[in-house]
C-alpha cells in the first residue's frame, strides 16, 4: 500500500499543472464522501459555506464560495466527465501557454461564472446552490480553440476533427438544454466559455488576466515562508580547496540530472509503468 502511495505522489510532483488540479478535485471528492454524502437520500449535502448559492444571504457571507464551487462535484459520474474534459482541455491549453496561465484561467472563470450564476438566478427569483469544475473546464477548451481554432484533434472512432468542432457541438448542447434541465449549470457553463474567449482576446492585446491570480499566490506564499537570516561572516577562503570542491559539485549535479533527464524521457515514451522499481525510487528522492 505504501508503495502505491509512493507512486501517486511521485505522479503528483513531476505532473503538470492539469494533473494537480485533477488531484485537488479527486482528493475533495473523496473528503466529500466522508463529511458531506448523506447515503439515505444518497446524494451529497453541502454546507453554504462551500457550495455557492444564489442566495446575497450566503454568498456575502461566505465570498471564498464563488470559488470553492469550482471543486466539489454533485456524484462520481458528474466528477469523472468533468475530469476527462480537464485533462483533455489541459492538453491542448498547455501546448500554447503556461502552467501559471492554466491555474489563472481556471480560478478567474470559476469566479466569473459563479458572479454569473449568481446574480441571474438572484434576478429569476431562484433560490438554489451549484458544484462542479465544468465551468473552468468548458473556459479552457474555448480558450484554446480560440487561440487555435484549426487545430487536428484524432477521436476514437471518428478520426481527424477540427477542434472548433469539438467546442462548436459541446457549446450547442449546452445551450439547448438551458431550458431543460440544469440551468443554472448551463447558464456557468456559458459564461465560463465566454470568459475563455475575453482572456485569449486580452492575452493578445497584451494583457494577461492570470497574472492576478501569480500575484496573489506569490504574496501569500512568501508571507507564510520564514525569512532566512543571513548574518554576515568573515571567512578566509583557500582558493585552491573552494575550486576543487566546486567542480567536484558541478559534476554531481550533471550526473544527478542527466539521470533525472533520461528518466523523464523514458516516461514520455513508454509511460510511467515502464519505469523499474530503482527508477522511481530514485525519482521519487530527488524531488523531496
Given at each position: 500500500?505504501?508503495r502505491?502511495?509512493?507512486?501517486?505522489?511521485?505522479?503528483?510532483?513531476?505532473?503538470d499543472?492539469?494533473?494537480?488540479?485533477?488531484?485537488?478535485?479527486?482528493?475533495?471528492?473523496?473528503?466529500?464522501?466522508?463529511?458531506?454524502?448523506?447515503f439515505?437520500?444518497?446524494?451529497?449535502?453541502?454546507?453554504s459555506?462551500?457550495?455557492?448559492?444564489?442566495?446575497?444571504?450566503?454568498?456575502?457571507?461566505?465570498?471564498?464560495?464563488?470559488?470553492?464551487?469550482?471543486?466539489?462535484?454533485?456524484?462520481?459520474?458528474?466528477?469523472?466527465?468533468?475530469?476527462?474534459?480537464l485533462?483533455?482541455?489541459?492538453?491542448?491549453?498547455?501546448?500554447f501557454?503556461?502552467?501559471?496561465?492554466?491555474?489563472?484561467?481556471?480560478?478567474?472563470?470559476s469566479?466569473?461564472?459563479?458572479?454569473?450564476?449568481?446574480?441571474?438566478?438572484?434576478l429569476?427569483g431562484?433560490?438554489?446552490?451549484?458544484?462542479?469544475?465544468?465551468?473552468a473546464?468548458?473556459?479552457i477548451?474555448?480558450?484554446?480553440?480560440?487561440?487555435?481554432?484549426?487545430?487536428?484533434?484524432?477521436?476514437?472512432?471518428?478520426?481527424?476533427?477540427?477542434?472548433?468542432?469539438?467546442?462548436?457541438?459541446?457549446?450547442?448542447?449546452?445551450?439547448?438544454?438551458?431550458?431543460?434541465?440544469?440551468?443554472?449549470?448551463?447558464i456557468?457553463?456559458?459564461?465560463?466559455?465566454?470568459?475563455?474567449?475575453?482572456?485569449?482576446?486580452?492575452?493578445?492585446?497584451?494583457?494577461?488576466?492570470?497574472?492576478?491570480?501569480?500575484?496573489?499566490?506569490?504574496?501569500?506564499?512568501?508571507?507564510?515562508?520564514?525569512?532566512?537570516?543571513?548574518?554576515?561572516?568573515?571567512?578566509?577562503?583557500?582558493?585552491?580547496?573552494?575550486?576543487?570542491?566546486?567542480?567536484?559539485?558541478?559534476?554531481?549535479?550533471?550526473k544527478?540530472?542527466?539521470?533525472?533527464?533520461?528518466?523523464?524521457?523514458?516516461?514520455?515514451?513508454?509511460?510511467?509503468?515502464?519505469?523499474?522499481?530503482?527508477e522511481?525510487?530514485?525519482?521519487?528522492?530527488?524531488?523531496?
Amino acid at each position: 500500500m505504501s508503495r502505491i502511495f509512493d507512486d501517486i505522489k511521485l505522479q503528483y510532483k513531476i505532473g503538470d499543472i492539469t494533473n494537480k488540479v485533477i488531484y485537488w478535485n479527486v482528493g475533495m471528492f473523496l473528503l466529500s464522501l466522508v463529511l458531506f454524502f448523506k447515503f439515505k437520500e444518497y446524494q451529497f449535502d453541502y454546507p453554504s459555506w462551500l457550495a455557492l448559492s444564489s442566495n446575497p444571504n450566503d454568498f456575502l457571507i461566505f465570498p471564498w464560495t464563488f470559488l470553492t464551487y469550482a471543486f466539489l462535484h454533485s456524484g462520481f459520474w458528474h466528477l469523472f466527465f468533468n475530469m476527462v474534459m480537464l485533462n483533455f482541455s489541459g492538453r491542448l491549453f498547455l501546448t500554447f501557454f503556461t502552467q501559471k496561465q492554466f491555474l489563472g484561467l481556471y480560478i478567474l472563470s470559476s469566479i466569473f461564472a459563479g458572479l454569473v450564476f449568481a446574480v441571474s438566478y438572484f434576478l429569476m427569483g431562484i433560490n438554489a446552490p451549484i458544484v462542479g469544475a465544468s465551468a473552468a473546464v468548458l473556459s479552457i477548451l474555448v480558450a484554446a480553440t480560440t487561440y487555435q481554432p484549426l487545430m487536428e484533434v484524432r477521436l476514437l472512432l471518428i478520426g481527424n476533427v477540427k477542434l472548433w468542432h469539438i467546442t462548436a457541438v459541446i457549446l450547442i448542447l449546452d445551450i439547448m438544454q438551458i431550458l431543460i434541465e440544469n440551468t443554472g449549470g448551463h447558464i456557468a457553463h456559458i459564461a465560463g466559455a465566454f470568459f475563455g474567449v475575453i482572456y485569449i482576446k486580452l492575452l493578445q492585446s497584451g494583457t494577461d488576466l492570470s497574472r492576478i491570480v501569480t500575484i496573489v499566490i506569490d504574496f501569500f506564499v512568501n508571507l507564510f515562508q520564514p525569512k532566512k537570516s543571513t548574518p554576515f561572516k568573515k571567512v578566509h577562503v583557500n582558493t585552491k580547496k573552494a575550486n576543487t570542491t566546486t567542480k567536484s559539485k558541478i559534476v554531481v549535479k550533471d550526473k544527478t540530472q542527466q539521470q533525472i533527464d533520461e528518466i523523464l524521457d523514458k516516461i514520455s515514451q513508454s509511460g510511467y509503468d515502464s519505469l523499474t522499481t530503482e527508477e522511481k525510487e530514485f525519482l521519487f528522492k530527488a524531488g523531496k
